[in-house]
């Protein structure tokens, strides 16, 4: 018994029959719009064959195989006589290399989600191969395989093919003639023919002499029967003298057909009539299956690309190999794309200018380590990434995340989700013998984003086989409903849920990417799929009544499929009193959608968590340090992207994109729907906010890129505290974005360890201007950074009065800067530069330049290792400034006689306070308090030894004073101080405080 493939194809007998008919063949060209010019990139051919994010458009120069890398050597000529010399000429044409130069142009264009994120981004990286594995028929066919992830990738890794080797001979010794390439969506079918057909064009695929990509997308648009010279000639006008050589032998040519679950095929000869003849006109298909057929083109190689559920319209007589994408299977694979992607020169992170010009190759490597460990000890990662498609979206969110200078300003998270769906499923309908022609992606909004918004409100991430029945199989009653879930199960299920891979859940499935859960949550709020049943209800009829007005037949037949027939009587009577009464009820779902974002924003149980950036960050690359123990029950999901997601979504770019996915949010409903929540929103602002909370606020109000909507937002916020908010050069933009839609004044800006920087502080120039209360403390600002306050406090428009630079190396350098800023400024009145190791001579320079300040009220420079000289050549200035009310120089390296001297000082001051030390002459100083609280939130940073020493000499200093006094009162107000100090010393022996 021979195998099917060893068995004589329907072609190759045919063409034995009609042999002196076959005297010419034809290129299959890569179709253009018919009102697109020869030559002239087609705007959706380069949705269905340029490379896009969901099918890893890589670039070709230089590229990693997996397997089975560039195997072949150039093909032996069998003849060379005169006439096939001559094919050869004009294989070298000047035709042929016009044709390669057009197709490498062609496919050397980048959409804009691939041009905006830089250079790592280009053309000119590195490839990496998926894994690709011989198939059959049969396991085409199989049910949806209910195995762990584990199992998957394993299964993967047997049988594996070289793309190079795809023609190589079958299992049987047999010439592979047609290839069926097929995956899922989001394994990379299309960048691998992009890699096939510009591997060509520079040379890389000497098996074949001419290359003819086709995409099926737009044959699939065109209805007119038309031939296949005609067709060439049409669309290449410099191939138009190789088309009448193209019938002899021996001129290895190579069709690509991308796409093909685009077009409805049909083998059977009494409705597709075989055809030889280049000339006659046909249907696109009919030409597409006497190809296939090995009847037109017989010698012709044929690559088929398309998704599981279409392979078998293609009978398997006709198909010599079947082929499965698995994508990145291998870890290791995973690891060497994210190298290449996100190392590539022109990764600079944000702000960087000057010596500190872009990101050093030690930080992108690091980045890339923290990824790659992740993968490893974190498998759902590794599983994720799986399809190709992911690692794009986590490399642009990293990108989008830590390389903010090459990021259009206008960049969101949600327009990242948005366009990655769009690059994936734009233009693709679910089905094209469906009638219906739903598009993908709204069946998937109504399906899947219905489970999503489940698990967000249950605060769930894993589900169950009868949670996937549920939300999948709820509209299941007719033939054609249940086609689409088979389609679906098998072209798309894999892209959004895979299998946990977290011990004892083996049988439950997660999201892909956690975020996209909560994103086709909140798609699936936005499009209004949330109703009640009366909403349902309203909007049809609304909507019927809107285009064929009285139509009691079609109104019927929408209402039965919802409502039981008794009711229908008075539903009519209701209709025929109150006409509008439906178009109100289904306009409610909006106000509805607006008290969803507004509740979701706001939800008090989501308070103190990491805000929602850092949340992604750790997700993709981890938690430093012990991970959890496998038997530790986390805490509850926090869902808090999900109301960003929403507010995103309801954007006027997302919405153009969401357009293009067939998933429409008309203008007047985002209009409404930001309307009417906008009082809640501007309401719940002004209640007090955890600093990650208010971060997240921020980052709602950017995704949402309303101005409008942000300014009335921020106007109502006076003080705004972010205090250790790990402010990332992404939420330094953020913030200075949607603060500067409005132009108000800032009472109080606390951005105190925040681990600000240089470039931190010149993203905020703007903001900083406003605010009159500034807290900078405990951040990295040097001397540089000391350069740029300056600036700020010269600046004409500063209104800062309150400056807190505690605990920053600001140094001598940086005082020289703020000595010149206190100089000239105008607004300027209390300064506190505690701890920031100024020493003598930063205390020096600020000393000389403090007679020319005018304004300043309070001056504080403790714990700055300043001596007896500095100090009181400070104080004696101080007390000739027209408003200095107050110098700290407590925790300072003074004698006793430098003490007893600036005590002296103080009593014959006009007006200046000294603090230097818990005692006032026989008497407790009023600021007793103000320094030990200064000393207990400074702790976790100064040095402990240097502050056990300082409250010791704080202790001597309180005793000696006690002695001094007869006065009860004052006793036992030393002996309260005492206390404190020896509790709080003793508390930091021990290591309790």
């Excluded at 037109?296 to 559920?309: G, Y």
């Excluded at 807290?775 to 600002?781: P, T, Y």
Aim: aromatic share 6%; proline share 5%.
């Amino acid at each position: 018994m021979q195998c099917p493939r060893c068995l004589p194809q329907a072609g190759t007998g045919w063409s034995r029959i009609r042999g002196p008919v076959l005297r010419r063949r034809e290129i299959m060209p890569l179709l253009l719009p018919a009102s697109s010019a020869p030559g002239v990139v087609s705007s959706s051919v380069l949705r269905r064959v340029l490379p896009t994010p969901g099918r890893q458009a890589f670039p070709l120069r230089s590229f990693a195989h997996y397997q089975g890398g560039p195997q072949e050597s150039a093909p032996q000529l069998s003849s060379t006589r005169p006439g096939q010399m001559a094919l050869r000429n004009v294989a070298s044409s000047d035709a042929i290399q016009k044709h390669r130069k057009s197709l490498a142009d062609w496919f050397s264009h980048q959409p804009n989600e691939e041009r905006q994120f830089g250079p790592s981004f280009s053309l000119d990286t590195v490839h990496v191969d998926p894994v690709i594995r011989e198939s059959s028929l049969e396991e085409t066919l199989k049910p949806s395989p209910d195995m762990t992830t584990l199992n998957q990738l394993q299964s993967c890794c047997s049988r594996t093919i070289g793309l190079q080797n795809l023609f190589d001979v079958d299992g049987c010794g047999q010439q592979v003639k047609n290839v069926v390439l097929y995956g899922t969506v989001g394994t990379g079918k299309s960048t691998l023919i992009k890699k096939m057909v510009v591997d060509w064009c520079h040379g890389r695929l000497p098996r074949f002499e001419l290359v003819l990509p086709f995409s099926c997308e737009d044959l699939s648009q065109s209805k007119v029967p038309i031939s296949l010279r005609r067709l060439i000639t049409k669309k290449y006008l410099h191939l138009k003298d190789v088309v009448p050589l193209l019938g002899s032998t021996n001129l290895q040519v190579l069709i690509i057909l991308n796409g093909l679950e685009r077009l409805n095929l049909d083998f059977c000869l009494a409705r597709t009539e075989l055809c030889c003849d280049p000339n006659e006109p046909l249907p696109p298909s009919a030409i597409v299956v006497n190809l296939l057929r090995k009847y037109l083109l017989p010698e012709a190689s044929i690559i088929v690309t398309t998704r599981p559920s279409a392979v078998h319209r293609i009978p398997s007589k006709y198909v010599s190999r079947y082929a499965e994408i698995c994508g990145f299977s291998d870890t290791n694979l995973q690891k060497l794309y994210f190298q290449m992607r996100l190392s590539q020169p022109g990764c600079d992170s944000s702000g960087s200018s000057g010596s500190h010009t872009g990101s050093t190759s030690a930080e992108r490597d690091n980045l890339v380590e923290m990824l790659s460990r992740n993968l490893e000890r974190h498998n759902q990662i590794a599983a994720a990434c799986f399809l190709p498609s992911y690692c794009w979206l986590v490399c642009t969110t990293l990108h989008f995340l830590y390389f903010t200078k090459s990021v259009p300003p206008q960049q969101t998270l949600t327009g990242i989700y948005t366009s990655f769906l769009r690059l994936n499923f734009s233009g693709e309908v679910l089905d094209s013998t469906d009638p219906t022609n739903i598009s993908m992606m709204k069946y998937v909004a109504k399906t899947v984003g219905k489970l999503a918004h489940e698990g967000v409100m249950s605060r769930q991430t894993c589900f169950s086989e009868e949670d996937l029945r549920k939300c999948l199989e709820v509209e299941m009653r007719t033939e054609s409903e249940l086609n689409l879930l088979n389609v679906f199960r098998s072209d798309v299920f894999r892209f959004f849920l895979t299998p946990c891979v977290q011990p004892g859940k083996e049988h439950t499935f997660v999201f892909t990417i956690p975020a996209m859960q909560e994103y086709l949550a909140a798609l699936y709020v936005v499009l209004g799929e949330k109703k009640t049943l009366a909403q349902r209800v309203g909007k049809e009829i609304s909507e019927v009544i809107g285009k064929v007005s009285e139509d009691v037949t079609l109104v019927l037949s929408i209402v039965s499929k919802v409502l039981p027939l008794r009711i229908l009587p008075v539903l009519f009577s209701l209709l025929k009193i109150f006409p509008r009464f439906f178009q109100r009820l289904s306009g409610k779902d909006r106000d509805t959608i607006a008290r969803t974002v507004a509740v979701e924003m706001f939800k008090e149980e989501d308070y103190f968590n990491d805000d929602v950036l850092d949340q992604i960050n750790s997700s993709i690359l981890g938690v430093e340090g012990p991970l959890c123990h496998p038997d530790v029950v986390l805490d509850d999901e926090v869902f808090e992207l999900f109301p960003i997601f929403m507010g995103g979504l309801l954007s006027r770019r997302n919405r153009a994109l969401l357009e293009q996915l067939g998933c429409s949010i008309k203008n007047l409903a985002a209009f409404e729907i930001a309307n009417a929540m906008k009082k809640t929103v501007i309401r719940n602002s002004r209640k007090w906010l955890p600093p990650s909370e208010l971060m997240d606020y921020f980052v709602f109000l950017h995704e949402f890129q309303n101005e409008l909507f942000t300014a009335e937002a921020i106007h109502s916020l006076k003080a705004i505290n972010l205090s250790s908010v790990k402010m990332t050069p992404l939420k330094c933009s953020i913030l200075a974005s949607v603060m500067g839609t409005t132009s108000h004044e800032v009472e109080e800006l606390n951005l105190a360890s925040c681990h600000l920087d240089l470039n931190s502080l010149r993203t905020l120039f703007p903001v900083l201007l406003r605010c009159q209360k500034l807290h900078l403390q405990l951040n990295s600002l040097g001397p540089e950074a000391c350069k740029e306050i300056r600036d700020l406090l010269l600046h004409e428009k500063c209104v800062v009065s309150d400056l807190r630079l505690s605990d920053n190396p600001v140094t001598k350098q940086g005082a020289k800067y703020l000595a010149e800023a206190i100089a000239g400024n105008r607004s300027l009145t209390h300064l506190s530069l505690l701890h920031t190791s100024l020493g003598n001579q930063g205390v020096e320079v600020i000393t000389q330049h403090l007679a020319q300040n005018q304004h300043l009220k309070q001056l504080n420079v403790g714990y700055n290792s300043v001596t007896d000289e500095a100090a009181l050549e400070l104080v004696e200035v101080a007390k000739r400034h027209p408003t200095l009310k107050e110098v700290h120089l407590y925790f300072s390296n003074i004698s006793e006689e430098g003490k007893r001297a600036l005590h002296a000082l103080r009593r014959d001051r006009d007006g200046v306070q000294v603090l230097v030390f818990l005692t006032v002459g026989t008497d407790v100083s009023d600021y007793w308090a103000l320094i030990l609280s200064v000393v207990q939130k400074n702790l976790p940073i100064w040095d402990r030894e240097r502050v056990q020493q300082h409250l010791s000499l704080l202790l001597q200093d309180l005793e000696c004073s006690r002695q001094q006094t007869g006065n009860p009162w004052k006793k036992a107000k030393f002996l309260r101080v005492e206390s404190k100090v020896k509790k709080m010393l003793l508390q930091i022996q021990q290591g309790t405080l």
